[in-house]
């Protein structure tokens, strides 16, 4: 790449997405969408049902292959990588949490699993000693007492707990870019609330570049230093720093109206 | 009246074999726990892979002179191979995973009748000095307990390499994939080249299983497999209906678990020799072992589906 190219920490070049093109359940996912991140930026991302916002993430984390556009992360071009190869540059937390970590495997061997992303699995060790101090400890900051239960079944666990460990996971190995999928959507409004003040210290403590899918628009502006709004697969909204801070949620409801033409959020948005 | 026709002698006669049968059958069953457990894999390879042992063994011991010993690696060798096949069937070209396996299985079954030349071939045990031998349970004590001791010595030893292997980085590899396979991908473990691997691996354990049996009942037969995911199901089960409880949440869980299903498979043949001592035709016994298997795994189904009731009054 020549210098003259500003390198992002993510960027998006008009990606287009149908599922199962030519049928009667055709659906354009991302149409043309254009996306550029710089290091260290924070995105919360709102949009409707189906307006494309977890295919995005889908399609950065390399779920399926899009059918055009390209992907950059990190100015390394992974559009045609597999998903296990991209997983290097990234950090998942998924809505579901089970999702995220291995039920029949203990919390200490979840860990080691994820602080092995991007490299070769040998016939070293799972877990070394060493390993296991350092789990120890970082869970403890998580104050869950987890870091009593290294070897119980991350099955046991409560959603909020899976996704705290899966946080944990996701930057144990620090990536280029830390996707959160909803993953709080699925946890009581107590629980959702510390996960998210989690989710914001481990962003904030690594430095990290991170995009969070959210329903909850108080949670999108509060959070984050710049917000995007998706709507048939395109961003329609992409506000940052002082200008997002002031925003209100009547803003974004207005703002969401007015530009899908009239159309009432769904209930979950108006509720939340 | 019936039950005093049953001579309870000969019931005990026939315990030993059973013992000796269910040990040899127990590696096979544990390559079915490491496909149908761990890697969550119905992997019908099995039933044509142990006929491939046996034929691998038979066949290099009779025709190469080949040391016994010897022979069984190479029977999990092969073993390995026909596991790469359903592997590659599955991950390389889409095929589902059951199906894959019976088209493995399936071409195992010409495959086994070009090693073997016919559907049957006998391996002397006076003329080679087999591994194990059907002939050594009759024998003098000190050959019994050579026999026994070896046997279930070579069982704890593959217990003990599994043990390790699935505490390995490659190991947990495995077991995410099996476990969950989005979180898998996402921490960047090549998931097809893993389901493989624990494929190549359980096959590896089921053509050795082959091997030993066909020098065990000193033949290999093409048909010598038939029904045996069956069997190796059965003693997954049987060794987790009886001893879950006892294993789990215990330190090294994983080593008890497997020893559970080596005594299950010894506990299969023991009621199947129970069972044939009640004189049930030996025909019927494949429909048994299905019957069996079928509850057993229909049980914890049935027991999520009704049995809120109990737990509520409990």
């Not at chain 1, 008009?14 to 254009?34: M, R, S």
């Not at chain 1, 009547?250 to 948005?269: P, Q, V, W, Y």
């Not at chain 2, 040899?24 to 042992?53: P, S």
């Not at chain 2, 559907?119 to 050959?143: E, F, K």
Request: with cysteine; net charge positive.
């Amino acid at each position: 790449m020549s210098g003259e190219t500003r390198q992002y920490a993510l960027e998006l070049k008009e990606i287009h997405k149908t599922f199962n093109p030519g049928t009667i359940n055709e659906k354009v996912a991302l149409d043309g969408l254009n996306l550029q991140l710089g290091e260290g930026d924070f995105v919360t991302i709102i949009g409707g049902n189906g307006a494309g916002k977890s295919t995005m993430l889908n399609a950065i984390a390399g779920v399926w292959a899009v059918d055009q556009g390209s992907i950059m992360i990190g100015g390394v071009d992974v559009t045609t990588l597999p998903e296990h190869k991209r997983a290097r540059f990234l950090g998942r937390v998924f809505q579901d949490p089970m999702t995220g970590t291995a039920a029949t495997m203990s919390i200490e061997e979840n860990m080691a699993i994820a602080a092995r992303r991007g490299r070769g699995r040998s016939l070293r060790w799972g877990v070394t000693k060493e390993e296991r101090v350092k789990y120890r400890e970082l869970l403890q900051t998580l104050d869950l007492g987890l870091e009593d239960r290294l070897t119980s079944k991350v099955g046991l666990l409560s959603g909020g707990q899976r996704q705290a460990v899966t946080l944990l996971m996701a930057s144990l190995q620090k990536p280029e870019l830390l996707l959160l999928d909803e993953h709080t959507a699925a946890l009581d409004p107590k629980t959702a609330a510390k996960v998210l003040d989690l989710s914001d210290k481990i962003i904030a403590d690594s430095s990290l570049t991170a995009m969070m899918v959210t329903h909850n628009m108080k949670d999108a502006i509060t959070h984050g230093n710049r917000l995007i709004m998706m709507h048939e697969g395109k961003i329609i909204y992409d506000v940052r720093g002082e200008e997002k801070k002031s925003l209100h949620v009547s803003d974004l409801m207005a703002k969401f109206e007015e530009i899908s033409g009239g159309e009432f959020a769904n209930d979950r948005m108006i509720l939340s | 009246m019936i039950l005093l026709a049953l001579n309870p002698l000969s019931l005990l006669r026939a315990m030993p074999g059973a013992v000796a049968q269910g040990l040899i059958w127990g590696i096979m069953a544990l390559g079915v726990y490491i496909t149908f457990r761990l890697l969550d894999f119905a992997d019908l390879t099995v039933d044509g892979t142990l006929a491939t042992g046996g034929a691998t063994a038979v066949m290099l011991i009779r025709v190469a002179d080949m040391e016994p010993w010897t022979a069984l690696i190479v029977s999990f060798a092969v073993g390995m191979l026909a596991g790469m096949v359903t592997g590659l069937l599955h991950t390389a070209l889409g095929i589902p995973g059951i199906l894959a396996s019976i088209l493995t299985q399936i071409s195992l079954y010409s495959v086994n009748l070009n090693i073997m030349g016919k559907s049957n071939q006998p391996i002397n045990v006076d003329q080679y000095r087999l591994v194990v031998s059907s002939r050594y349970i009759s024998g003098d004590a000190l050959t019994k307990f050579k026999f026994y001791g070896g046997v279930i010595l070579g069982c704890l030893i593959l217990v003990a390499i599994l043990y390790c292997y699935f505490g390995t980085e490659q190991g947990q590899a495995i077991r995410a994939t099996g476990c969950n396979m989005r979180m898998a991908k996402a921490q960047g473990i090549n998931t097809n080249f893993h389901t493989v691997l624990a494929l190549m691996i359980s096959n590896g354990l089921v053509g050795l299983s082959g091997g030993l049996y066909a020098q065990y009942q000193g033949a290999a037969d093409v048909n010598m497999g038939r029904g045996a995911i069956v069997i190796g199901l059965a003693a997954v089960i049987i060794g987790e209906v009886l001893f879950g409880k006892f294993c789990a949440g215990r330190k090294m869980a994983f080593a008890f678990t497997m020893v559970s299903v080596i005594i299950g498979a010894v506990i299969y043949y023991a009621v199947i020799a129970f069972v044939l001592w009640l004189k049930m035709p030996s025909d019927d016994l494949k429909l048994f072992s299905a019957i069996v298997v079928a509850v057993f795994l229909a049980l914890p189904y049935l027991k999520g589906k009704f049995g809120r009731k109990g737990a509520a009054r409990s």
